[in-house]
Nanobody, 115 residues
């Protein structure tokens, strides 16, 4: 499976962005998908996960980010509100297993939050 992320950009603190992730084939709703991010000089981390309609979030984004998926379109989304400079990172999607991506990583999409 290949993933193509899009929707990143440069925004100001407090702004919103919606990221999209297109998968090359259908992934059943029962299999977990996740959004990850890697900030400069830091390791990649899982920030949101969805499986069978249930979602979970890292504490740093809880209440601000919402993950969703459209099975018919093979697409995963991440709605990001109230963005903070600490959210600056390259964002990736992947099938998730125990907090780790299963398939090869895509190129990601860069989110920069700065005043």
């Amino acid at each position: 499976v290949q993933f193509v992320e899009s929707g990143g950009g440069s925004v100001q603190p407090g702004d919103s962005l919606r990221l999209s992730c297109a998968a090359s084939r259908s992934i059943p709703n029962t299999l977990a998908m996740g959004w990850y991010r890697q900030a400069p000089g830091k390791q990649r981390e899982l920030v949101a996960r969805i499986s069978s309609g249930s979602s979970a979030y890292a504490d740093t984004v809880k209440g601000r980010f919402t993950i969703s998926r459209d099975i018919a379109k093979n697409t995963l989304y991440l709605q990001m509100n109230s963005l903070e400079p600490e959210d600056t990172a390259v964002y990736y999607c992947n099938m998730d297993s125990g907090g780790q991506g299963v398939y090869y990583w895509g190129k990601g999409t860069l989110v920069t939050v700065s005043s």
